[in-house]
């Protein structure tokens, strides 16, 4: 089975959420399974060349692309995926890529993906090299589907390629100006309203993918239910239903060699089940490294996130400081996103400083300390399509509390007093009161030091590696191509 796998980050060279740490890791899993898989990226201004082993290919120079009537060139840089042997293709223009972040609001934003999709498929072009699969993901890469049955549909090299399209967020979709269409090379009389490319007036790219793919997935099954009602749909629930039979939900998986706490690199002491009580010292280790002050009973939150209103804390919002005031507890927050959620953490933090630490920004180091450190995980997402940070919570022993949605109800299963299944906290309704009583549950819980460790272990006991889910993609992909 030949994949080429395109996306728009990949860890570790480029990553702002968890699309960059699946489309790190699936390959190398898909590898295992036997498939030849090339993985292609932009090559953004960040991405170190050297420190990553990558090289400029001597054949893949200076070849040429149309913008609209602009002639463009780029280059490729290849290497191998880190602990693998997936190879990855980096396509490098730097008119288009050395900027200060992998997205950006410029004007262009819609040029910069129409290169590097075209780029792909030239790329592919010029190694000869058929595809059985292409697994596109997100809209920064969906119109490679439409690329494939219109521009690109002369060359018998792509005959028989069927395309995949794995949606990881609905909520952000590509869409530009009508205009955009002109700049795509695409056939522009195929943009009308109502067509594959058109979305409110929009030039969509994500509408083209999801129409043009031979099979469409999301990333838990339950968001495969829910993006086709109006309330999570975000505009294209209608055309998400008129493809219901191609639609399927794939929970992602996480990639151990980078989220073990028997192995992780970050943390200072490693534990595992049979030695849990090692645990406790990397919530030492947090609480010092944050100047806190350390007590076994205080019970320590953690969040991890973008914050964007996706993630729930508008529920947060109205009872933070009461909650704060009133609990013995502490609240470690890393993220960075919009203004008012950063003023919400920033002012909490002011109004109580031993209780509530507040990073802004991105730092990896962090994110693995708060994860093994913490007792409790916090995550109320309005939606939420699969979410990595509870599975990697689940895993380190760190009891998530999160609101059932999305990949959060497929992943964390409410703890109940009788049923002893659960391994964490979760609720349904979008309400701060909700989320409130849900954490006095777990607060309470937590005084029971015998019952929080069962909850912790029936986390830790999930499997959630990449073999699974990666075996039930490798079956879609025999499936489309027989
Ligand atoms: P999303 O893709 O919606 O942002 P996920 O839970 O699927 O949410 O994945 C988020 C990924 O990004 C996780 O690996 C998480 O640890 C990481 N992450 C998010 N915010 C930060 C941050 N501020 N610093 C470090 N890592 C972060």
Redesign the pocket.
Known sequence: MKVAFACSECFPYV?T?????VCGSLPKSLFDLGCEIKVFLPLYGGINTSNHKLSLSDELRDIPVMIGNSTHTFNVWTGKLPNSEVDVYLIDNPHYFHRELPYTNDRDEDERFILFQQAMLITIQYLKWSPDIIHCNDWQTSLIPAYLKTTFAWDKLFESTKSVLSI??IGYQGRFSPESIYNSNLPVEYFYPYSPFELDNSFCFLKAGIVYSDIITTVSPTYSEEIQTEEFGAGLEGVLKSRSGDLYGILNGIDLDVWNPLTDHYIKTHYSIDNLEDKEENKKNLINRIEFKYNEDTPVFGI???LTG?KGFDLLKPILHHLLENNDIQLIV???GETQYEELFRSAQYAFPDKLFFWS????E??HLITAGSDIFLMPSHY??????QM?SLNYGTVPIVRKTGGLADTVKDYHEFDEKGNGFSFKDYLPDALEKTIHRALYMFKDKKIWKEIMIRGMKEDFSWKISAEKYMDLYKKIIS
């Open positions: 990553k959420g968890g699309l960059g740490d990881h967020n991890i996130s973008r996706q890393l993220g960075s920004g991105y730092n990896t962090l994110s939420e399509p699969c979410g990595l940070n990697y």
